[in-house]
Structure formats: C-alpha cells, structure tokens
C-alpha cells in the first residue's frame, strides 16, 4: 500500500478516511490512532462523542424500562390480587397474574442490561 501524499510505502492507515500514511505522515507514533489531518482528528473526535451520547441515552432508556416493567409488575399483581377477592373470575386471576411475573423478569432483565453497561458500577 501505498502513501496517499508521497507514493512511498504506508506504515499506519487514517482511523477515519481509511488513507494510508508513510512514516513521514505519521503525526506521532505514540498516538493510540493515526489520522491524515486535522479534519479527519475532529470528525474521528466528533464520531466518538455520538457514540458516548448513544450509549448514555441507551443506559437511560434501560434503566427507565426497567422501572416500568416493576411499575407495571406490580400493579398487575395488585390486579391479580383484587381480582381474587373482588371479581372471581379464574381467567382474569392467572392472566393478570402472568402479566406480573412477565413484567417483574423484563424489568429484572433490564436491570441487569442497565448494571452491565454502566460504567461507574
């Protein structure tokens, strides 16, 4: 491969336009990733803090999914539990019932996708 400035050989390839850079183009060595340009460090530095912003608001809605699967859990169970004593009716007891046990474990799970991703815990 060759270098997109001097036709010599490359050594590293641009993280963001995929270019391939010579040793003489190389900005630092010591960088964790190579780019070609100035352009290219802001649109690679703008691409990361999309992708953090993504991953916030993913944390986010996790976390508030799971508070609203326990909400609805629990208020299907309270269902459940007035449907036992107040309307008798077996099929609105176990499908009241179910939905609580279904509501209670996705917001179990979402709990545990919001704790895995979190990175302060």
Known sequence: MKCFKHQTE??????YCGRALCADC???PA??????????????TRADMA?????QKS??????????????????????????FYL????????TAGCSVVFITSGIWY????????PVR
């Open 10 to 15: 490359a050594v590293a390839v641009c993280a």
């Open 26 to 28: 190389v900005p630092s």
């Open 31 to 44: 960088a964790q990733r190579m780019v070609c340009s100035d352009a290219c460090t802001i649109a690679l």
């Open 51 to 55: 992708m953090d912003l993504i991953l």
């Open 59 to 84: 944390l986010q809605s996790a976390r508030a999914s799971a508070f609203y699967s326990y909400l609805c859990g629990g208020l299907s169970a309270a269902g459940a539990v007035g449907a036992w």
């Open 88 to 95: 008798p009716v077996p099929f609105l007891v176990w499908f």
């Open 111 to 118: 709990g545990r996708i919001a704790r895995k991703s979190d």
